[in-house]
C-alpha cells in the first residue's frame, strides 16, 4: 500500500499511525521514509491521532490491509471536484 500511495501525485504526505502491533509494519514504514506516529490500540483513536497529524487540505484514511484499486485516484478527484 505505501508504494502505491507514494508514487500517487494527489499524496503529499504519509502517516502511519501504530496502535501497539507487534509485526514488522512500524520497521517498514520507518524504511519507506513515512511518518510513524503511536496511538492507544483502536481505529477510532489511531485515525484521530493520524488527522491531528496530518497537514493536508484533504485527508483519507486506509486500513494498513487495504490495497488500492486501480482508478482510485481518478475516483478522488472525481469526489473532490464534486464538492462545492
Do not use: K, N, Y
Not at 19 to 29: H, L, N, Q, Y
Not at 33 to 41: D, F, H, L, T
Not at 46 to 75: I, K, M, N
Amino acid at each position: 500500500m505505501l508504494a502505491a500511495l507514494a508514487d500517487s501525485p494527489l499524496v503529499g504526505e504519509i502517516v502511519v499511525v501504530d496502535g501497539g502491533s507487534r509485526d514488522e509494519s512500524v520497521a517498514i514504514a520507518r524504511a519507506a521514509g513515512v511518518r510513524v506516529i503511536e496511538a492507544p490500540r483502536g481505529r477510532g483513536s489511531q485515525f484521530a491521532a493520524g488527522a491531528v497529524s496530518a497537514t493536508g487540505e484533504w485527508l483519507l484514511f486506509l486500513h494498513a490491509d487495504c490495497r488500492p484499486l486501480p482508478g482510485w485516484e481518478d475516483a478522488v478527484r472525481a469526489f473532490i471536484a464534486r464538492l462545492p
